[in-house]
């Protein structure tokens, strides 16, 4: 419904644009016959992106494995698609750095964008929520809309900057529509859609600013809506630093209780991210250090713990966060002056519609209300409330002129909590108020006790889990042990037998273990099995396991492929370890490994026949020479060596 605005936007020619290399990978990915190899050496033509992306790649990375040194390695592990679209993020920041507009701080808003990318990739690898990778571009890219209004209306938009300035209550999206027919949300929707991104981007960015919305996203763009605003809030907190205003304090309060849950330490992850921070300001060329230092110098767990409501004094008399909605100046000023002489936090909306885009902002515990308002009355504001998951938490009392019974009614039905007739008689507005309070504190107490059992059974289920890792993991290689290994072949071999598909397994001796255990000690003893079992794994395909048996024995069982495919693995396994050098202390030097290969064929009877086979085919290996791989004698005559 905003495409032809956006259209009109775009015939500026001033819209943000990726750099040229940019503009070739946004080509080719669109062209249905591009191949990978022309994506990748596109990429390559500039060493500075090229850089950028296997640096996020390898932090991107769940897991512990070797970092990732080349191009084609990101794009394995990350994908072509999402390296395509990470590379065309970064393009946007080298090229859009600076611009027509006086009041837009160009380089404030790609360090704030850069915070939020590096806290959404970091939250969600530490809470499991969306890629990493695709947390990071989009955080990077969610506010490219702004970008784009300063600089296709440059002038106007210094206007809304410096009227935010002088009133941060005012909503920027509301002055944007008002300005330009399209707010920066939108935009940065048009902009994804025009340059292919996935759709879930353009929806989760369509909803950042607006909660009532986050009901209409999927699973998949639920995850990265909720870790893209809470990286949000982070990035915000990278900005202000000591400089933090009470609401987003108590935005990061809520944050903490939220990560708890997850056994995060949000002081600990704001420090990760500020290091990040810090790191990829020097890549990217920001100012992030001296930004960062606003944040080291304050002390995030003294400010959250000043924000913190005493819990000790009788929880109706707390002050509480409230909102007064009235579209008459002088009402609206009455109704705030005793809210605030009662010694609750008070602000103030005109509209409807206004009051809504506070709520997502300010995040009030009440709201008060008039009935009658243009535009967007009590009960329209009071229903369209109710349909975010925030909003239906609220305690809404509704002032109202009217005292019909069926107009009360239809109120109660729309979601309001309570009423009271205007004029008010201000110690029943109070006592309502105090009403509504006792509610609303009993809801936060449900909440923690709710967060304290939800983190309570996180950290069993954790628990259970690194107890049936342990149970099934070597602890010294981090191989699956004989146990795992044999419960897994069970399963394999049943499948082999009910599908008629081949197994084959391979088993391996470290030659001379025993020697290096003698001479060099068992501390280098240890070191050899860990290098062997870290080029094992390399040397595997996916749906192969390898298994440490126990001493220097190992087996890899190889599901679907018979032996000639399995003497390949063997001998790519015996090979890699060969070249392989193990460095420490005085030992620098390579092992070698003993291996052999058996088939299922008819006429083995079960799992100890196979291995029994294969075992004896690592006894050849032995008395022929070592480093060598045999093929199990009743299946093939031939010996392989090195």
């Known amino acids: ?213 986050e009901d209409s996203l999927d699973e998949s763009s639920m995850q990265l809506f909720q870790v893209l605003v809470d990286g949000a809030i982070i990035a915000k907190y990278c900005m202000a630093g000591r400089q933090a205003d009470p609401v987003l304090l108590e935005q990061l309060n809520l944050l903490r209780r939220r990560l708890d849950a997850g056994d995060i330490d949000l002081a600990e992850l704001c420090d990760e991210v500020v290091a990040d921070w810090v790191e990829w300001g020097a890549v990217l060329e920001l100012p992030t250090e001296d930004m960062a230092e606003r944040v080291r110098s304050a002390n995030l767990e003294q400010q959250l713990s000043g924000n913190k409501v005493i819990e000790v004094v009788e929880a109706a008399e707390l002050p509480v966060r409230v909102l007064a909605v009235d579209d008459d100046p002088l009402s609206l000023r009455v109704l705030a002056r005793h809210l605030k002489e009662a010694g609750h936090e008070v602000h103030t909306a005109r509209n409807g519609r206004e009051a809504l885009a506070m709520t997502l902002k300010l995040r009030p515990q009440i709201i008060v209300t008039d009935l009658n308002m243009p535009d967007l009355n009590g009960l329209e504001f009071c229903k369209a409330l109710r349909r975010s998951r925030f909003g239906k938490r609220i305690y809404v009392l509704l002032l109202t002129g009217d005292g019909n019974e069926e107009r009360v009614l239809e109120g109660f039905e729309a979601g309001v909590d309570d009423f009271i007739t205007k004029p008010f008689i201000p110690r029943v507005l109070l006592a309502r108020l105090r009403a509504g309070i006792r509610l609303v504190r009993l ?132 090979s890699a370890v060969e070249e392989n050098v193990v460095e420490f202390g005085k030992f620098k030097r390579n092992v070698t490994v003993s291996v052999g290969v058996a088939q299922y064929e008819p006429g083995i009877v079960d799992i100890d026949h196979l291995m029994r086979l294969a075992d004896e085919s690592v006894y050849s290996s032995k008395s022929g020479g070592r480093n060598r791989v045999t093929i199990s004698p009743g299946l093939t005559p031939k010996l392989r060596s090195a």
């Open 443 to 574: 809801q936060e107490q449900v909440e923690r006790d709710q967060e304290i059992h939800m983190k309570n059974a996180m950290q069993m289920t954790r628990l259970n889990r690194q107890l049936k890792e342990a149970a099934n993991t070597d602890f010294l290689t981090k191989l699956p042990n004989r146990r795992c290994a044999m419960a897994h072949f069970e399963r394999t071999w049943k499948h082999a037998m009910d599908t008629d598909t081949p197994i084959s397994v391979v088993a391996l001796d470290i030659d001379h273990f025993k020697r290096v255990n003698d001479d060099y000690g068992h501390d280098v003893g240890d070191v050899v099995l860990q290098e062997t079992s870290r080029v094992l794994r390399q040397s595997l395909r996916r749906q192969d396991l390898a298994a440490r048996m126990g001493g220097e024995e190992f087996l890899v069982i190889c599901p679907g492929v018979a032996v000639d495919v399995a003497s390949h693995i063997a001998e790519r396994v015996r």
């Open 1 to 213: 419904m905003f495409r032809k605005e956006f259209e009109e936007l775009k015939a500026t020619g001033q819209l943000p644009s990726p750099s040229g290399v940019g503009m070739r990978i946004l080509t080719l990915t669109q062209e249905e016959d591009c191949s990978i190899d022309e994506l990748i050496e596109t990429m390559q033509a500039d060493p500075a992106l090229t850089g950028r992306i296997v640096k996020l790649a390898t932090s991107a990375q769940v897991s512990t494995s070797r970092p990732i040194s080349s191009l084609n390695e990101a794009a394995m592990r990350l994908g072509l698609k999402t390296v395509s679209t990470v590379a065309l993020g970064f393009t946007l920041v080298t090229g859009n750095r600076s611009g027509a507009c006086t009041r837009f701080d160009y380089d404030g808003y790609w360090s704030e964008s850069l915070a939020c990318g590096i806290a959404a990739s970091k939250l969600s690898r530490e809470l499991g929520r969306a890629d990493p990778a695709e947390a990071f571009t989009c955080g990077l890219m969610a506010a490219i809309g702004e970008l784009a209004l300063a600089c296709t209306h440059p002038e106007d938009y210094a206007e809304i900057i410096d009227r935010l300035a002088s009133d941060p209550g005012l909503d920027r999206k509301l002055l944007e529509t008002e300005a330009f027919r399209i707010n920066h949300c939108e935009v940065a929707a048009s902009l994804m859609a025009d340059w292919g991104l996935p759709e879930r981007f353009q929806d989760v960015v369509m909803y950042l600013e607006d909660e009532t919305g």
